[in-house]
Nanobody, 124 residues
Framework: QAQLVESGGGLVQAGGSLRLSCAASGRTFSSVAMGWFRQAPGKDREFVAAINWNGASTNYADSVKGRFTISRDNAKNTVYLQMSSLKPEDTAVYYC?????????????????WGQGTQVTVSS
């Protein structure tokens, strides 16, 4: 059974950094696009970043461009989200997701597999 498990969340001060990891198991995800989404209390789940199957193409939400970096290590079946210059408005539960397709999409409806989420809290 395919499973995605996020880790690396926590509490950080504004301006700080965190690196989230998403470990995949149960099947190989090296041939599909992966993404990170987030959901703050009372808000819809929103796109954060995505990476295509081989890491050659990435896409970011405008709100995180220049601050967040998505990457993947297919040998380890793991996707990362390096977050820097964190702001209080980045506070949310962050979810890793996988498509059944090679290429990026920003809609959560296009992702089939989801992790359980990891909480990121940025204090001011």
């Amino acid at each position: 059974q395919a499973q995605l498990v996020e880790s690396g969340g926590g509490l950080v001060q504004a301006g700080g950094s965190l690196r989230l990891s998403c470990a995949a198991s149960g099947r190989t995800f090296s041939s599909v696009a992966m993404g990170w989404f987030r959901q703050a209390p009372g808000k819809d789940r929103e796109f954060v970043a995505a990476i295509n199957w081989n890491g050659a193409s990435t896409n970011y939400a405008d709100s995180v461009k220049g601050r967040f970096t998505i990457s993947r290590d297919n040998a380890k079946n793991t996707v990362y989200l390096q977050m820097s210059s964190l702001k209080p408005e980045d506070t949310a539960v962050y979810y890793c997701a996988a498509r059944r397709h090679l290429f990026i999409n920003t809609s959560p409806n296009e992702y089939v597999y989801w992790g359980q989420g990891t909480q990121v809290t940025v204090s001011s």
